[in-house]
């Protein structure tokens, strides 16, 4: 349940802008360090950041609903090469994966 650069996440932070608080964008993984991540959540300063898309926006960590339920931007998902969807993209992969029973 991440947010964070990591592989599955296909190596970009996916945070929601502070303002309308309406999709996920891509974040470059080298863009922002989990330090800073804090440091603007712990003061409340906007996070200033370019994404995917091409667009700079005042970036919030998303919470965990978000996390798993917020669309993704169009435009990042076009600009990465991955589908559209919900939530981050290993959120998505955790909230869609069945086990089954023998």
Known sequence: MTC?????????WWLTTRQSWNRLHAVPGDALTSDQLHEAIDSGDPLLRDTACGREYSLAYPGLGSRFG?????KCCTKLGIPTG?????NEAAATRTHHVP
Request: glycine share 6%; proline share 16%.
């Open 4 to 12: 964070y650069p990591i592989t599955a996440n296909f190596s970009h």
């Open 70 to 74: 917020m669309p993704r931007c169009v």
């Open 86 to 90: 919900e939530g981050s993209p290993v």
